[in-house]
């Protein structure tokens, strides 16, 4: 912890958690946004293991989806990986990563950045109030997901644990990662969708055909 005068300076560590099923730029874009925006030390992702919301069979193999966050983020000296989801068993919940990184960097204000759409579900994760009192949530805005149906779905959260909720407007990237696998399923282009070097593991291995 970095000492300045009377104040006291946390180090601001992002987290992303997602499935990464593939990332894409719109993940990167908003993570970097938020870096800026939140003056974060790091963002570090995190793909998870076995997502609760997601069926096993569902979502690709996590060593293809950590090896395409490692190649995504390569060029980012801010941007890191973690890998503890998908080493820890069982299902992946949020609420136990930020625990965990709390008990790793004590010193550090977590800061989770996560998009429109999940926000307007923060209710119904598990344990959402514990998961509020470890860190702040960063809700970046998502193409199709308005700003007003992102702050009506916090209305019955309470006003405690809707200080703990940042909302950042950041440059609409209109991409997800189902919109990527049925692109390729189909045969159409996912250049310009995501980094080069992503598109080309996923031919080269072979997924979502
Ligand atoms: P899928 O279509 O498989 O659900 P996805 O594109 O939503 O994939 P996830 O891995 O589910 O990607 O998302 C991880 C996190 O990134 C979530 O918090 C999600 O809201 C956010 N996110 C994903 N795509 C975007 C985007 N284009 N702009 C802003 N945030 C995004
Ligand atoms: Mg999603």
Known sequence: MRTNGEFTVKMRLGLMGGTFDPIHYGHLAAAEAARYEFALAKVVFIPAGQPPH????????????VAMV???????????ISTMEVERPGP??????????????????????????AVAEIPAWHRFEELLGLCLLVGVTRPGHSLEDLRE????????????IRVLPVPGVAVSSSEIRERVRTGKPIKYLLPEAVEEYIFRHGLYI
């Open 70 to 80: 490692r190649l995504a983020i390569s060029s980012n000296p801010y941007f890191e």
């Open 153 to 164: 779905g916090l209305t019955g959260l309470g006003a405690e644990l809707r200080q703990r």
């Open 92 to 117: 992946s919940y949020t609420v136990d990563t930020l625990a965990e990184f709390r008990r790793l960097c004590p010193s550090a204000a977590l800061h989770f950045i996560t998009g429109a759409d």
């Open 54 to 65: 997601k069926p096993e069979q569902t979502v690709s193999p996590a060593v293809h989806r």
